[in-house]
């Protein structure tokens, strides 16, 4: 305990520095294979719950528009991502609501998320947008409660995986169901 707080001085110490190394960390967190949930963990611990929520909303979106430049840019990543996809979820359409509910998910692939967004979207605002609502949720639960879930023993992270997985299938049926009454 007492090295957070010496981890709380430090960043209070850094002034307007800390938040956007923190910020920065949302950016590199994939380059050095940091789950996001470790990350809005430490905001929580280090910033608050409301600045750490706040901030890693910030990281997340600027995440995901660096993720949508990636994969515009540069068609290897596009297609390893695509391949990504097929081994994942082969031949499964996802709601946007599904996405969001995955997000929340621990240890799910940023970037493939990110993906199957922009091929549900029509341009870069759409994209931008959605991105932006789905990454409310992370930044908020893992910041408030990521110290209760990182700290759950290995039953209470499997209930929790379960009631998500649940929501997300709830989702997906609902969201099947309607596109069945569209057609």
Known sequence: MDELR???IFIEQTGWLG???FVLLHLIRPLVFLPVILVCV???LLFGFVEGAILSFIGLTLMSFVSYVLINKFPTFKNKLSQLKEKVLPN???SVGQIMVLRIMPFVHFHLLSFYLMEMTENRKEYMIY???GVIAPAVIYTAFGGAIHELPWYGTAVLFLV???VYKIIGKL???KMESLE
């Open 131 to 133: 991105s932006m609502l």
């Open 19 to 21: 938040p956007v190394l």
């Open 164 to 166: 998500l997985l649940i």
């Open 175 to 177: 969201s099947d169901d």
């Open 42 to 44: 430490a905001g929580g």
């Open 6 to 8: 010496e981890w709380q």
């Open 92 to 94: 499964r359409h996802l």
